[in-house]
DNA sequence: AATGAATGAGACTTCATTCAT
DNA sequence: TATGAATGAAGTCTCATTCAT
């Protein structure tokens, strides 16, 4: 699965596109106009607009694991929750676009068969978060918590972040100078990290 | 906006399919094939296929806005706060369907027009959540936390909750003689009321 | 498979251009054009190409069965044999296009499914064949010969000379006011019952 | 027209192709793909797809046409009719391929052109027949017969006995450790003996 | 009030061919 | 000599919508 440039490119151009307007109301001359390509080029390509799909999430799929060695090399548990946080916000930011793709063709019925990438992902980050959890209960400073709701809460959390933009956007000053991205980052690392450690520590 | 009995069938069946296969890939013949009327029926009654959309979201759509009478009774903030989050579940099971319509499409630039309504939802059940949060506060049990945040995560948590049935059936047993449904309402509900109650508590 | 004028009319434009062309070079656009109908309603009428020639066959191959009692009336063996002919003759041109388009279509690995009525009409044809023999070796006029060889030549006799009409023109003069097809046909006629009559009665 | 061994692979492959599924619906990757060729050494041997077919046909026509000197050494006129029969069986088995699809084709409107390669084959072919009859009125032991009929009727027996293959297969228990293709051979030839002959000598 | 017939637009895809190398 | 890249044309089919009834 080798890409040239010009499928890198293709595939740059049809994320932000599945991810604005759906996998389906993308048409492949809607590509192919913004790539300036000639229609065929597609097939020619990726040999089906489903296949582009398919390639595009496997190729983006991997920068969304969780990598232990960033943040396994802090010793407070604390500071090791804080990191993966940061660790974390910086991987799905790196590629938004498919982020969105991934969440909205997972749901799809016809598209089931991607979702299998997207489970085993979560599964992956469930793994790690898990990890976290047990080596601050080992710290005796985080009581246990099922890392598949704690996981559910942060990727919830940002994906609605990223979605409701607008809504956001109308509540909170966003400083001179600061795009929307860059701020929304900012917050939502420090909002995560603050939930992250009151669930962990919360005494009910 | 007065629907008949045919109007509000053919509603429910569209909610159905655009939910499992999204909008733009359910076709209006889909929607007249299940509900067993003619093809030109769709445009009879509803304009047009987006009009439809348009019309079964504002019809459902106040199903979802919070209603403070239903947990102002309660007195002791954690209770208070506790109903709410049952008050708020229980508002979204009421209508799975819509729900994931809404958060598919609300992305969608095309479709920025609904959004508007997603909107004027979310605005109306943080100001809900503002002030419960600041009940709270005056009572002095909880310390002040911004409520789109706050309402961030919990919608998060909810949507990513439902959208990963599978991803969770593999990691937890559910009890025999319970559905998902059943459950994931349950467990969502004690974890959305544990979160809230941690955050709200929570000394950095 | 009840079938309206316009799809009747459809069928019929497009049993010629198949014969001419070949089912894979004509296209539905060259249907449609003739037709003086829109490109889409050959697919609203017969769902697809394919099916246009599946339901083009199902209804015209009926006719190219021989039908008994067309000839069994006929008390001498040789006359049988002769009516028999005639009447085959007569069904095989009542629709020249159909029988070509099966010829050339039934070769066609991709398209086996239709062949199936192909053979079904042999087998057909084939057992009536059988029978005229039978009938004429009863009455000791005839010694048995094998029908499959029979058909085969006498099918093939045909078809070939329907394919070969400019070769035959080159070769003989069709008598003034008389079309090729007529011609064809008296000719084709008085051929068949020769070669059969010969068949029968040679003593090798 | 020299052609080196690429060139004669590609007509190989070609030409089975061409046979099985019809020149329209063979496109020139799919040869490509079995001559592990690029898609462009077609159109870079033969020009175009449709010349790559002309070529195929005049390369292989040759062998079709009958050679008198392979037959005109038997005296007796029976045995001559036989040998030729014999060898016009013998020569279109060396190149099955190539007949399907010079039958196939010459019906096709659009290729008229290659349709003249293929009358004259016929041409010459049925002088040769017409003078195997000649030679055996001379000897008072046939009565003339038109050899354009016999020749409709023997190439006609031919074609369809070979395209019939199935229908053929279920009426006829083929000998084991033969292959349909030489009973198809044995029986073909035996038959066409005998209806030559029948013909040749019946009084009506 | 309701619908079957019909259609124009546009979807994806495949094709034979060309061109620069 | 040979080929990978690229393309315009054309293919079939599906779509939402309209219109006469």
Redesign the interface.
């Known amino acids: 699965m080798e890409l040239n440039n010009k499928q890198l490119e293709i595939i740059g151009i049809a994320k932000a596109l599945f991810?604005?307007?759906?996998f389906?109301?993308t048409s492949v001359r809607d590509i192919a106009q913004r790539a300036q390509i000639n229609v065929a080029m597609i097939n020619y390509y990726f040999n089906s607009k489903e296949n582009l799909l398919e390639v595009l999430i496997k190729h983006g799929i991997e920068a969304y694991k969780l990598d232990a060695s960033q943040y396994n090399t802090e010793a407070d548990a604390f500071l090791r929750l804080e990191k993966m946080v940061e660790h974390y916000v910086e991987s799905k930011f790196s590629d938004l676009h498919l982020y969105?793709i991934l969440?909205?063709e997972?749901?799809?019925?016809?598209r089931e068969s991607y979702?299998i990438l997207f489970?085993e992902l979560?599964?992956h980050n469930?793994q790690c978060l898990r990890e976290v959890i047990s080596y601050g209960v080992e710290q005796g400073v985080f009581h246990f918590y099922d890392p598949?709701?704690l996981h559910?809460?942060m990727?919830?959390?940002?994906?609605?972040?990223k979605?409701?933009k607008?809504?956001?956007e109308?509540?909170?000053d966003i400083p001179k100078g600061m795009s929307f991205e860059e701020y929304l980052k900012i917050?939502l690392t420090k909002?995560l990290k603050?939930?992250l450690?009151?669930?962990l520590?919360?005494e009910?």
């Open positions: 991810a604005q307007h759906g389906d109301a969105q969440t909205n997972a749901n799809n019925k016809k979702s489970k979560r599964r469930i598949v709701l559910t809460s990727i919830g959390t940002f994906l609605n972040f979605m409701n607008s809504v956001i109308e509540f909170i917050e909002h603050y939930i450690k009151a669930i520590t919360y009910n």
